[in-house]
């Protein structure tokens, strides 16, 4: 969380002329008010994911550029992701945002204050909550992994 996943996901979209598809913008466009917890969060995603996903994979088999701004904090979403691209049979690349806990809540304050679309106010503890799930990808999962930061 607030580790620069949108920022990046924005440039990369541009870069390479690809859809963005963003997790954050999808659930505050379709799901306002409903979304007050973590619980509701998991299940809201839950569901986008069923929709999107033929899209997303419809669009990687036609040649399409896909960049996804959805959290890969764990394996489980890191799997969902990997069924994608092999379902399309199309290359992939993990971009996987290494920042720091500290610079992270700088950046969560920074955009608490501007609130950019697709965000939603967040605590401290509420970071720390969700960060406590955060498991790093392994070599093991078997991603073309480009890492940033580092810190």
Not at 48 to 66: F, H, Q, R, Y
Not at 68 to 96: C, G, M, Q, S, Y
Request: with cysteine; glycine share 4%.
């Amino acid at each position: 969380m607030a580790a620069g996943k949108s920022t990046l996901a924005r440039k990369l979209a541009g870069e390479h002329r690809a859809v963005l598809i963003s997790e954050d913008i999808w659930l505050q466009r379709l799901f306002p008010e409903e979304i007050r917890e973590f619980a509701d969060y998991l299940n809201y995603s839950a569901r986008l994911k069923t929709v999107v996903a033929p899209l997303i994979i419809e669009l990687l088999e036609k040649g399409i550029s896909v960049v996804l701004d959805f959290p890969a904090n764990v394996p489980k979403t890191r799997n969902w992701i990997r069924e994608l691209f092999e379902t399309a049979n199309a290359d992939h690349v993990l971009h996987f945002v290494n920042t720091g806990n500290d610079q992270c809540l700088e950046q969560l304050a920074i955009r608490n204050r501007e609130k950019p679309e697709g965000s939603k106010e967040m605590t401290v503890e509420e970071f720390e909550f969700v960060t406590s799930f955060f498991v790093a990808p392994s070599l093991e999962e078997n991603f073309t992994i480009l890492e940033y930061g580092g810190q």
